[in-house]
Protein backbone atom coordinates (compact mmCIF):
# COMPACT_ATOMS: atom_id res chain seq x y z
CA UNK A 1 0.00 0.00 0.00
CA UNK A 2 1.60 3.64 -1.01
CA UNK A 3 -0.45 7.02 -0.30
CA UNK A 4 1.59 9.65 -2.76
CA UNK A 5 0.63 12.76 -4.15
CA UNK A 6 -0.34 12.80 -7.81
CA UNK A 7 2.71 12.73 -10.18
CA UNK A 8 5.63 10.84 -9.92
CA UNK A 9 7.55 10.32 -6.59
CA UNK A 10 11.68 10.54 -6.08
CA UNK A 11 11.47 8.30 -2.98
CA UNK A 12 9.45 6.87 -0.38
CA UNK A 13 9.62 7.36 3.20
CA UNK A 14 7.88 5.80 6.09
CA UNK A 15 6.89 6.76 9.92
CA UNK A 16 9.17 6.93 12.19
CA UNK A 17 5.98 5.36 14.74
CA UNK A 18 5.23 2.45 13.35
CA UNK A 19 1.41 3.12 14.52
CA UNK A 20 1.02 6.49 13.04
CA UNK A 21 0.51 4.43 9.69
CA UNK A 22 0.51 0.91 9.29
CA UNK A 23 -1.52 -2.17 7.93
CA UNK A 24 -2.79 -5.56 8.84
CA UNK A 25 -2.06 -8.06 6.67
CA UNK A 26 -4.88 -10.29 7.12
CA UNK A 27 -3.90 -12.97 4.50
CA UNK A 28 -0.89 -13.80 7.23
CA UNK A 29 -3.25 -15.84 9.40
CA UNK A 30 -2.61 -18.22 6.44
CA UNK A 31 0.89 -18.03 6.28
CA UNK A 32 1.58 -18.49 9.60
CA UNK A 33 -0.91 -21.09 10.26
CA UNK A 34 1.88 -24.04 10.28
CA UNK A 35 3.66 -21.82 12.91
CA UNK A 36 2.47 -23.12 16.07
CA UNK A 37 4.22 -26.21 15.14
CA UNK A 38 7.85 -23.98 15.70
CA UNK A 39 9.30 -24.68 18.99
CA UNK A 40 10.66 -21.63 20.74
CA UNK A 41 14.66 -21.44 21.40
CA UNK A 42 15.51 -23.99 24.35
CA UNK A 43 11.55 -25.55 24.49
CA UNK A 44 11.32 -29.36 24.95
CA UNK A 45 9.07 -30.74 22.94
CA UNK A 46 8.00 -33.33 25.65
CA UNK A 47 7.13 -30.89 28.12
CA UNK A 48 3.13 -31.11 28.91
CA UNK A 49 2.42 -27.40 27.60
CA UNK A 50 4.57 -27.33 24.46
CA UNK A 51 2.26 -31.06 23.92
CA UNK A 52 -0.85 -29.23 24.17
CA UNK A 53 0.49 -26.02 22.20
CA UNK A 54 1.48 -28.37 19.22
CA UNK A 55 -1.94 -30.80 19.64
CA UNK A 56 -3.83 -27.65 19.58
CA UNK A 57 -1.99 -25.86 16.31
CA UNK A 58 -3.01 -29.17 14.47
CA UNK A 59 -6.43 -28.57 15.12
CA UNK A 60 -6.36 -24.90 13.53
CA UNK A 61 -4.38 -26.26 10.20
CA UNK A 62 -7.58 -27.49 8.27
CA UNK A 63 -9.18 -24.95 5.87
CA UNK A 64 -12.36 -24.96 7.16
CA UNK A 65 -11.26 -23.77 10.64
CA UNK A 66 -8.62 -21.27 8.85
CA UNK A 67 -12.02 -19.93 6.63
CA UNK A 68 -13.77 -19.68 10.19
CA UNK A 69 -10.80 -17.66 11.38
CA UNK A 70 -10.74 -15.57 8.59
CA UNK A 71 -14.44 -14.85 9.15
CA UNK A 72 -14.13 -13.81 12.60
CA UNK A 73 -11.36 -11.47 12.14
CA UNK A 74 -12.95 -9.73 9.65
CA UNK A 75 -15.97 -9.55 11.87
CA UNK A 76 -14.01 -8.34 14.84
CA UNK A 77 -12.23 -5.39 12.62
CA UNK A 78 -15.88 -5.12 11.41
CA UNK A 79 -17.39 -4.09 14.67
CA UNK A 80 -14.19 -2.19 16.61
CA UNK A 81 -14.41 0.07 13.45
CA UNK A 82 -17.79 0.86 12.78
CA UNK A 83 -18.11 1.95 16.19
CA UNK A 84 -15.49 4.63 16.00
CA UNK A 85 -16.26 7.78 14.90
CA UNK A 86 -15.52 9.35 11.16
CA UNK A 87 -12.52 11.71 10.72
CA UNK A 88 -12.50 12.71 7.65
CA UNK A 89 -11.12 16.42 7.12
CA UNK A 90 -10.14 18.38 4.03
CA UNK A 91 -7.31 16.55 2.66
CA UNK A 92 -8.80 13.22 2.85
CA UNK A 93 -11.94 14.20 0.95
CA UNK A 94 -9.13 15.10 -1.74
CA UNK A 95 -8.36 11.54 -1.47
CA UNK A 96 -9.06 8.49 -3.61
CA UNK A 97 -8.61 5.07 -2.75
CA UNK A 98 -7.62 2.27 -5.67
CA UNK A 99 -8.01 -1.31 -4.44
CA UNK A 100 -7.55 -4.40 -7.38
CA UNK A 101 -9.45 -7.27 -5.76
CA UNK A 102 -9.34 -10.65 -7.57
CA UNK A 103 -11.27 -13.89 -6.29
CA UNK A 104 -12.76 -15.46 -9.13
CA UNK A 105 -9.84 -17.90 -9.07
CA UNK A 106 -11.21 -19.15 -5.94
CA UNK A 107 -13.82 -21.02 -6.66
CA UNK A 108 -17.84 -19.06 -6.71
CA UNK A 109 -19.71 -21.44 -4.07
CA UNK A 110 -20.74 -20.07 -0.80
CA UNK A 111 -18.15 -19.32 2.06
CA UNK A 112 -17.69 -22.80 3.16
CA UNK A 113 -14.63 -25.29 3.19
CA UNK A 114 -14.69 -25.89 -1.09
CA UNK A 115 -14.36 -22.51 -1.55
CA UNK A 116 -10.97 -22.05 0.11
CA UNK A 117 -8.85 -24.39 -2.19
CA UNK A 118 -5.46 -22.88 -1.85
CA UNK A 119 -3.86 -24.92 -4.88
CA UNK A 120 -1.87 -22.07 -6.52
CA UNK A 121 -4.35 -20.41 -8.08
CA UNK A 122 -3.35 -16.58 -7.35
CA UNK A 123 -2.78 -16.92 -3.13
CA UNK A 124 -3.25 -18.37 -0.21
CA UNK A 125 -6.69 -17.38 0.96
CA UNK A 126 -9.98 -18.52 -0.80
CA UNK A 127 -12.82 -16.85 -2.23
CA UNK A 128 -14.80 -16.02 1.09
CA UNK A 129 -11.81 -15.22 3.17
CA UNK A 130 -11.10 -13.06 0.60
CA UNK A 131 -14.33 -11.38 0.72
CA UNK A 132 -14.09 -11.33 4.46
CA UNK A 133 -10.19 -9.87 3.97
CA UNK A 134 -11.78 -7.05 1.99
CA UNK A 135 -14.41 -5.75 3.47
CA UNK A 136 -11.91 -5.39 6.44
CA UNK A 137 -9.97 -3.42 4.46
CA UNK A 138 -13.03 -1.13 3.23
CA UNK A 139 -13.85 -0.89 6.45
CA UNK A 140 -10.86 0.70 7.86
CA UNK A 141 -10.36 3.16 5.01
CA UNK A 142 -13.59 4.12 4.87
CA UNK A 143 -13.69 5.74 8.16
CA UNK A 144 -11.11 8.23 6.94
CA UNK A 145 -12.04 8.63 2.91
CA UNK A 146 -15.16 8.99 1.26
CA UNK A 147 -13.78 7.92 -1.94
CA UNK A 148 -12.95 3.91 -2.11
CA UNK A 149 -12.40 2.59 -5.77
CA UNK A 150 -12.62 -1.01 -5.94
CA UNK A 151 -11.54 -2.39 -9.50
CA UNK A 152 -12.11 -5.93 -10.31
CA UNK A 153 -11.52 -8.03 -13.54
CA UNK A 154 -14.06 -10.46 -13.91
CA UNK A 155 -17.92 -10.37 -13.89
CA UNK A 156 -18.41 -12.91 -10.77
CA UNK A 157 -16.18 -10.35 -8.61
CA UNK A 158 -18.02 -7.52 -9.87
CA UNK A 159 -21.80 -9.11 -8.97
CA UNK A 160 -20.00 -10.62 -5.64
CA UNK A 161 -18.60 -7.46 -4.19
CA UNK A 162 -21.50 -5.46 -5.30
CA UNK A 163 -23.78 -7.47 -3.35
CA UNK A 164 -21.38 -6.88 -0.50
CA UNK A 165 -22.94 -3.01 -0.01
CA UNK A 166 -19.24 -1.57 0.94
CA UNK A 167 -19.01 1.72 1.09
CA UNK A 168 -17.24 2.11 -1.92
CA UNK A 169 -17.32 2.27 -5.74
CA UNK A 170 -17.05 -1.36 -8.07
CA UNK A 171 -15.49 -1.11 -11.64
CA UNK A 172 -15.04 -3.62 -14.15
CA UNK A 173 -12.13 -3.80 -16.33
CA UNK A 174 -12.26 -6.05 -19.29
CA UNK A 175 -9.01 -7.88 -19.28
CA UNK A 176 -6.97 -10.80 -21.23
CA UNK A 177 -5.59 -11.75 -17.45
CA UNK A 178 -6.32 -11.02 -14.23
CA UNK A 179 -2.65 -11.03 -13.63
CA UNK A 180 -2.75 -7.18 -15.72
CA UNK A 181 -5.68 -6.17 -12.88
CA UNK A 182 -2.56 -4.11 -10.59
CA UNK A 183 -0.97 -2.10 -13.85
CA UNK A 184 -4.50 -1.90 -15.55
CA UNK A 185 -5.97 -0.03 -12.27
CA UNK A 186 -2.75 1.92 -11.84
CA UNK A 187 -3.75 2.93 -15.04
CA UNK A 188 -6.69 3.63 -15.31
CA UNK A 189 -7.00 5.12 -12.30
CA UNK A 190 -4.35 8.11 -13.60
CA UNK A 191 -6.71 7.98 -16.53
CA UNK A 192 -10.08 9.34 -15.06
CA UNK A 193 -7.89 11.31 -12.49
CA UNK A 194 -5.98 13.28 -15.33
CA UNK A 195 -9.22 14.13 -17.66
CA UNK A 196 -11.00 14.91 -13.68
CA UNK A 197 -13.34 12.54 -13.89
CA UNK A 198 -11.86 11.86 -10.43
CA UNK A 199 -11.44 14.96 -8.56
CA UNK A 200 -8.25 14.24 -6.48
CA UNK A 201 -5.19 15.45 -5.17
CA UNK A 202 -3.63 12.31 -3.57
CA UNK A 203 -4.04 8.66 -4.15
CA UNK A 204 -3.84 5.80 -1.97
CA UNK A 205 -3.12 2.29 -3.71
CA UNK A 206 -3.36 -0.65 -1.57
CA UNK A 207 -4.31 -4.35 -1.77
CA UNK A 208 -7.43 -6.25 -0.52
CA UNK A 209 -6.32 -7.72 2.31
CA UNK A 210 -4.67 -4.76 4.24
CA UNK A 211 -6.60 -3.00 7.35
CA UNK A 212 -5.38 0.26 7.99
CA UNK A 213 -4.59 2.03 11.14
CA UNK A 214 -4.06 5.62 10.57
CA UNK A 215 -3.48 7.57 13.72
CA UNK A 216 -3.24 11.04 12.34
CA UNK A 217 -4.67 11.12 8.41
CA UNK A 218 -4.32 14.89 8.23
CA UNK A 219 -0.89 15.42 8.84
CA UNK A 220 0.39 12.57 6.56
CA UNK A 221 -1.67 14.20 3.92
CA UNK A 222 -0.13 17.64 4.51
CA UNK A 223 2.97 16.55 4.87
CA UNK A 224 2.15 14.67 1.26
CA UNK A 225 1.15 18.50 0.16
CA UNK A 226 4.16 19.91 1.56
CA UNK A 227 6.45 17.37 -0.24
CA UNK A 228 5.15 16.56 -4.19
CA UNK A 229 7.72 14.31 -4.80
CA UNK A 230 7.21 11.92 -1.42
CA UNK A 231 5.50 8.97 -1.35
CA UNK A 232 4.71 7.23 2.25
CA UNK A 233 4.43 3.54 2.49
CA UNK A 234 2.81 2.37 5.52
CA UNK A 235 4.52 -0.39 8.03
CA UNK A 236 3.02 -4.09 7.47
CA UNK A 237 1.88 -5.96 10.64
CA UNK A 238 1.07 -9.79 10.51
CA UNK A 239 -1.49 -10.75 11.75
CA UNK A 240 -2.27 -14.06 13.55
CA UNK A 241 -5.14 -16.75 14.59
CA UNK A 242 -6.57 -15.75 17.44
CA UNK A 243 -6.19 -19.97 18.88
CA UNK A 244 -2.81 -19.83 17.32
CA UNK A 245 -2.47 -16.47 19.36
CA UNK A 246 -3.57 -17.48 22.59
CA UNK A 247 -2.52 -21.53 22.76
CA UNK A 248 1.21 -20.35 21.31
CA UNK A 249 1.16 -17.66 24.37
CA UNK A 250 1.55 -14.66 22.14
CA UNK A 251 -1.13 -12.62 22.77
CA UNK A 252 -0.86 -9.62 25.49
CA UNK A 253 -4.16 -7.50 27.18
CA UNK A 254 -2.62 -4.61 24.93
CA UNK A 255 -5.84 -2.95 23.75
CA UNK A 256 -4.71 -0.64 20.48
CA UNK A 257 -6.86 1.41 18.50
CA UNK A 258 -5.91 4.66 17.27
CA UNK A 259 -2.39 4.04 18.37
CA UNK A 260 -3.58 4.39 22.29
CA UNK A 261 -3.77 1.58 24.64
CA UNK A 262 -5.51 0.74 27.99
CA UNK A 263 -2.32 2.22 29.47
CA UNK A 264 -2.05 5.55 27.25
CA UNK A 265 -0.57 6.36 24.23
CA UNK A 266 1.14 3.65 22.47
CA UNK A 267 4.12 4.11 20.50
CA UNK A 268 6.26 1.55 18.11
CA UNK A 269 9.10 3.07 17.68
CA UNK A 270 12.72 2.18 16.09
CA UNK A 271 12.68 0.13 13.78
CA UNK A 272 16.41 -0.85 12.97
CA UNK A 273 17.82 -0.51 9.39
CA UNK A 274 18.44 -3.57 7.53
CA UNK A 275 21.45 -4.14 6.46
CA UNK A 276 21.32 -7.69 7.21
CA UNK A 277 18.54 -9.56 9.22
CA UNK A 278 20.67 -11.12 11.78
CA UNK A 279 18.30 -9.23 14.88
CA UNK A 280 15.36 -10.78 13.41
CA UNK A 281 13.37 -12.87 15.54
CA UNK A 282 11.41 -16.62 15.00
CA UNK A 283 7.51 -16.67 15.74
CA UNK A 284 8.12 -18.52 18.23
CA UNK A 285 10.72 -16.41 19.86
CA UNK A 286 9.78 -14.87 23.32
CA UNK A 287 10.22 -11.29 22.38
CA UNK A 288 7.34 -11.93 19.47
CA UNK A 289 4.03 -10.99 20.78
CA UNK A 290 0.74 -10.09 19.53
CA UNK A 291 -1.13 -7.01 20.85
CA UNK A 292 -4.99 -6.30 20.00
CA UNK A 293 -5.08 -4.43 16.81
CA UNK A 294 -8.81 -3.30 16.03
CA UNK A 295 -9.39 -6.64 18.33
CA UNK A 296 -7.29 -9.12 16.29
CA UNK A 297 -4.05 -10.42 17.37
CA UNK A 298 -1.01 -8.70 15.39
CA UNK A 299 2.81 -8.45 15.67
CA UNK A 300 3.72 -5.34 15.78
CA UNK A 301 7.25 -4.76 13.75
CA UNK A 302 7.94 -5.59 10.26
CA UNK A 303 7.84 -9.24 8.85
CA UNK A 304 9.08 -12.10 6.56
CA UNK A 305 6.45 -14.44 5.88
CA UNK A 306 9.07 -17.08 3.96
CA UNK A 307 10.78 -17.13 6.76
CA UNK A 308 8.08 -16.14 9.34
CA UNK A 309 10.80 -13.79 11.28
CA UNK A 310 9.82 -10.44 12.34
CA UNK A 311 12.10 -7.26 13.02
CA UNK A 312 9.94 -5.72 16.14
CA UNK A 313 9.68 -2.29 17.32
CA UNK A 314 10.32 -0.89 20.47
CA UNK A 315 7.13 -0.60 22.25
CA UNK A 316 6.70 2.13 25.12
CA UNK A 317 3.71 3.98 26.44
CA UNK A 318 3.63 7.19 27.47
CA UNK A 319 3.50 10.85 24.93
CA UNK A 320 7.11 11.26 24.46
CA UNK A 321 8.26 11.16 20.39
CA UNK A 322 10.20 8.38 19.05
CA UNK A 323 13.78 9.51 18.42
CA UNK A 324 15.46 9.98 15.03
CA UNK A 325 14.21 7.81 12.61
CA UNK A 326 16.80 5.45 10.70
CA UNK A 327 17.76 6.87 7.74
CA UNK A 328 14.63 8.04 4.88
CA UNK A 329 11.95 7.27 7.59
CA UNK A 330 10.20 10.96 8.81
CA UNK A 331 8.40 11.84 12.05
CA UNK A 332 4.42 12.44 11.27
CA UNK A 333 3.10 14.96 13.90
Not at 103 to 128: I, L, M, P
Not at 181 to 207: G, K, M
Not at 237 to 265: C, F, I, N, W
Amino acid sequence: ATMRVLGAADYVVMTRDLLDLAVMHMSAIYKLRSAGKQLAPGEDPASPQVRQRLRRSALILSEKEMLRESLATADGIHDVVTALPRRRGPLSERTVVVLPFYAAGQGFGDKSVNATSTGGRGGHSGKGAREAFLRGTVETLARDFSHVVIFTCHPADYNNVRALELPADVVLLQLQKPILLLTAASVEAARRISTREWDADFVLFTEADNAFVIRHPEAILAQLQSNPFVAVSPHRLAVMSPPLAKYSGKLRDTEVVDGASQAGHLRCCALPICHTRVHWKPLMHPQVVAHNVYGTPAILGSHNMQRRTFNLCNVTVGPEECPEAPRGAVEVR
